[in-house]
């Protein structure tokens, strides 16, 4: 009998447009992963409403990060992709986990810490999603009996939090949920903010000279790398103490397959316009075959409702075997309807 293959969840908020850091961290190895494992994909517009969305902005980017999914070749047919909005049982699972969870460890997450800062430094005030955010992306993990969550470094508290709520779980009753485990890219897969190469390229920051979008224009990426921080050592080599260019070559590498000894002997002697210019073409030539598929998806809506219709039947069906096992166990009277 042929093994059973492991479960992989992964998704991204549409609260911002996709930035190449989505696409270099997350997207592309997304495609790698998709012969090996049974894979979900989902666009997570619940929690991006921890923070206030307009609601046609909404709307229009979560269905161009659904585009941006199959644009990129995440393929339809080999995986379960789907809007988390569709698909109810996740709100019901958290709301269940979150009687598994303490205000105390929610309170300790360094995201929930920095984003309820800064949003409280601008003046507005912090939900209450905010706070539960981590107990509804472990109902997301949970309820597929995940074994592998691809995410970035940034996200490995709610990933620990997730096996803490469903140990707590499995503990209060039997053995419930699969504990899931982080599969974390390594160093060069993180793409840093070009005005400050220290930070990670992020598609929250104010400043749109720090990021690449995945739909910008060829002028103006190339306009965002002619203006990235750089350092005045003048060598294209892939050290510490130079972030802002160690940054261009993982990129340049992540998309051409070049080693960075490589890189590092080709621009040799040479300065760092080249370099650049070499890099934003490179960028380009990866990014407009992705554009048009996109902007082609996009025109056929009726093409994208089709999948994330049938990515919702798949997901509500598996996801409500573990809901109504959790409701069993925790003494819910079953009804059926
Ligand atoms: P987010 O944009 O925070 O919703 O992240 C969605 C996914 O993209 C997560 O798996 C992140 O780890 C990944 N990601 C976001 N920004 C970057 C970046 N600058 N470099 C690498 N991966 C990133
Ligand atoms: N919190 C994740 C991020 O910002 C997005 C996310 C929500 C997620 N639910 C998830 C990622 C479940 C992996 C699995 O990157």
Redesign the pocket.
């Known amino acids: 009998m042929e093994d059973k293959k492991k479960v992989i969840f992964?998704?991204?908020?549409p609260?911002?447009n996709?930035?190449i850091?989505?696409y270099?961290?997350?997207l592309k190895n997304w495609v790698k992963l998709q012969d090996k494992y049974d894979c979900y994909f989902c666009v997570v517009d619940l929690h991006a409403i921890t923070v206030r969305q307009e609601p046609k902005d909404l709307r229009r980017r979560t269905l161009e990060v659904l585009a941006i999914y199959l644009a990129a070749g995440i393929d339809p047919e080999k995986n379960t992709i789907f809007i988390q909005s569709h698909v109810p049982t996740h709100s019901e699972a958290a709301w269940l986990l979150n009687c598994f969870t303490y205000v105390g460890e929610l309170e300790r997450m360094t995201q929930y810490k920095s984003k309820s800062k800064k949003y409280g430094a601008e003046g507005g005030t912090v939900s209450a999603g905010l706070l539960n955010y981590p107990v509804l992306m472990a109902a997301d993990i949970l309820l597929y009996n995940t074994d592998l969550v691809?995410?970035?470094?940034?996200?490995t508290q709610h990933i620990e939090i997730t096996r803490d709520i469903a140990e707590r779980f499995n503990n209060a009753y039997s053995p419930t949920f699969t504990l899931p485990e982080g599969y974390i890219?390594e160093d060069g897969?993180?793409?840093?903010d070009l005005q400050d190469p220290t930070k990670?390229?992020?598609?929250s920051s104010n400043n749109p000279n720090s990021y690449i979008l995945i739909m910008d224009n060829p002028e103006v990426i190339r306009k965002k790398i002619n203006r990235c921080v750089t350092d005045s050592l003048g060598k294209v080599r892939y050290a510490d103490d130079q972030p802002g260019i160690k940054n261009l070559m993982n990129i340049l590498s992540a998309i051409t397959g070049m080693s960075h000894e490589t890189i590092e002997s080709k621009y040799e002697n040479k300065g760092y316009a080249e370099f650049k210019n070499d890099t934003a073409e490179a960028i380009i030539k990866e990014l407009t075959p992705i554009q048009n598929k996109v902007n082609e998806l996009l025109g056929d809506k009726k093409y994208l409702e089709d999948i994330y219709k049938k990515g919702a039947e798949k997901a509500y069906y598996v996801s409500n075997k573990i809901l109504r096992k959790m409701q069993k166990k925790i003494g819910f009277i079953p009804v059926s309807r």
């Open positions: 992964s998704g991204i908020q609260s911002g996709l930035t850091g989505n270099f961290g997350a691809p995410v970035g470094k940034d996200q890219p897969a993180k793409i840093m990670k390229m992020s598609k």
